[in-house]
T-cell receptor, first 113, second 114 residues
Framework: LAKTTQPISMDSYEGQEVNITCSHN???????ITWYQQFPSQGPRFIIQ???TKVTNEVASLFIPADRKSSTLSLPRVSLSDTAVYYC??????????????FGTGTRLLVSP | ETGVTQTPRHLVMGMTNKKSLKCEQH?????MYWYKQSAKKPLELMFV???????ENNSVPSRFSPECPNSSHLFLHLHTLQPEDSALYLC?????????????FGPGTRLTVT
């Protein structure tokens, strides 16, 4: 199983950069790393996805080292509205066996003024 | 608005009732999913329909029965549920053929079993 481990919670202040790390020691060759954001009583929302090195979009960056056993989601200049739970997911859409689609416990990010 | 809708948004049912949850996706995707999210637990994947074929999860009790009549619609039929089945049930869809993995989630149905 591509089990993931994340910090349970993190605190930050508005305007700061936040880095959330996810460990996935037994990631498989074909697995992609995907991060989601979830607000209370809503479904998760896709943030970013990558396979290796660095990926950047308009809301976040994703850093993946060469061994791919961990990944770091970087949120630049967070605001109060970034307070949410962030999930790291490791899997391969082409193999939809249940063992490949594993959400972790998530990281609860609290952004304060 | 993610392009995935779920109805009802809230449902209260007794243990002897039969009800169904409905999910519809307007994204042209060919894979759909049911997840269960209980308080203080990770999302649990229940069922996957890929190209309208079901991938079973043997650990899901038979009181949950999925149905996928076409690539845009997904149902979860519920009967004789237990109080511990109370949770947020989330539907998601994705495009199967790509190697990347991006799911679009609906808002969920908050289910309470009394």
């Amino acid at each position: 199983l591509a089990k993931t481990t994340q910090p349970i919670s993190m605190d930050s202040y508005e305007g700061q950069e936040v880095n959330i790390t996810c460990s996935h020691n037994n990631i498989a060759t074909n697995d992609y790393i995907t991060w989601y954001q979830q607000f209370p009583s809503q479904g998760p929302r896709f943030i970013i996805q990558g396979y290796k090195t660095k990926v950047t979009n308009e809301v976040a960056s994703l850093f993946i080292p060469a061994d791919r056993k961990s990944s770091t989601l970087s949120l630049p200049r967070v605001s109060l509205s970034d307070t949410a739970v962030y999930y790291c997911l490791v899997g391969d859409i082409r193999n939809t066996g249940f063992q490949k689609l594993v959400f972790g416990t998530g990281t609860r990010l609290l952004v304060s003024p | 608005e993610t392009g995935v809708t779920q109805t009802p948004r809230h449902l209260v049912m007794g243990m002897t009732n039969k009800k169904s949850l409905k999910c519809e996706q307007h994204l042209g995707h060919n894979a759909m999913y049911w997840y269960k999210q209980s308080a203080k637990k990770p999302l649990e994947l229940m069922f996957v329909y890929s190209l309208e074929e079901r991938v079973e999860n043997n650990s899901v009790p038979s009181r949950f029965s999925p149905e996928c009549p076409n690539s845009s619609h997904l149902f979860l039929h519920l009967h004789t549920l237990q109080p511990e089945d109370s949770a947020l049930y989330l539907c998601a869809s994705s495009q199967f053929q790509t190697g990347e993995y991006e799911q679009y989630f609906g808002p969920g149905t908050r289910l309470t079993v009394t």
